[in-house]
C-alpha cells in the first residue's frame, strides 16, 4: 500500500515497550502489506516470508508475524519508508554490552542476562532480544566489549516450531 508519509520509528519505545509503530507479533502478513508502508524487498521463502524495510526485517510464519530483527548495525536505517530514531544504534561503535547496560540502566529498561558458549543475551522487559558476541573472535576478551550483533522481538511458541 502506498502511503504518502514516512513512519515513524523509536527504537528507545521498541527496546523499552516492544512497541514498533503500530506493528504487533500475530498480526497477518495480509494485515501489515495493507496498513503498513511497501517493504524495500519482500522474500518468499520456506518455511519463512519476509518482509525488509532498510536493515529492518518482518519474518512470517505461515503468514503470521512472529519476528521483528535486526543484524545489521553500520548503517542502521528504515529504508524508504521508516523514519527511525535510532536512540543507542545511532554509534555502532559504542554498541558494546557495557555501553548498552548502562543506556539500559539509565533509562530503567529491565532485562534478564544470559551467557552461553556464544555470547550474551539480554532480554529486555518488553520482551526484546539482544545478543552479544565476540565478533572478532578476540582472545580473552572481556565480555563488556562484546559487540551488539542482533536484536529481535519475536513469538517464541512460533520460533520454536
Not at 519476528?67 to 524508504?80: A, M, Q, R, S, Y
Not at 555502532?92 to 548502562?102: D, T, Y
Request: net charge negative; glycine share 4%; with cysteine.
Amino acid at each position: 500500500m502506498r502511503f504518502d508519509k514516512k513512519i515513524e520509528i523509536n527504537i528507545f519505545d521498541f527496546f523499552k515497550y516492544g512497541k514498533f509503530g503500530y506493528i504487533k507479533l500475530d498480526q497477518t502478513k495480509e494485515w501489515v502489506l495493507n496498513n503498513f508502508p511497501d517493504a524495500d524487498s519482500q522474500y518468499e521463502n520456506k518455511p519463512f516470508d519476509i518482509l525488509k524495510y532498510g536493515n529492518i526485517e518482518f519474518h512470517f510464519h505461515k503468514n503470521i508475524l512472529f519476528l521483528i530483527f535486526c543484524e545489521e548495525f553500520d548503517n542502521f536505517n528504515g529504508g524508504k519508508s521508516l523514519i527511525i530514531d535510532k536512540w543507542i544504534l545511532e554509534k555502532p561503535n559504542e554498541l558494546k554490552l557495557l555501553n548498552v547496560l548502562e543506556k539500559l540502566n539509565e533509562n530503567n529498561i529491565d532485562y534478564e542476562k544470559k551467557e552461553d558458549s556464544l555470547g550474551i543475551k539480554l532480554k529486555l522487559e518488553s520482551g526484546v532480544e539482544l545478543t552479544f558476541e565476540n565478533i572478532n573472535d578476540i582472545e580473552n576478551l572481556n565480555k563488556n566489549h562484546y559487540e551488539l550483533t542482533t536484536f529481535g522481538l519475536y513469538n517464541k511458541e512460533i520460533l520454536e516450531i
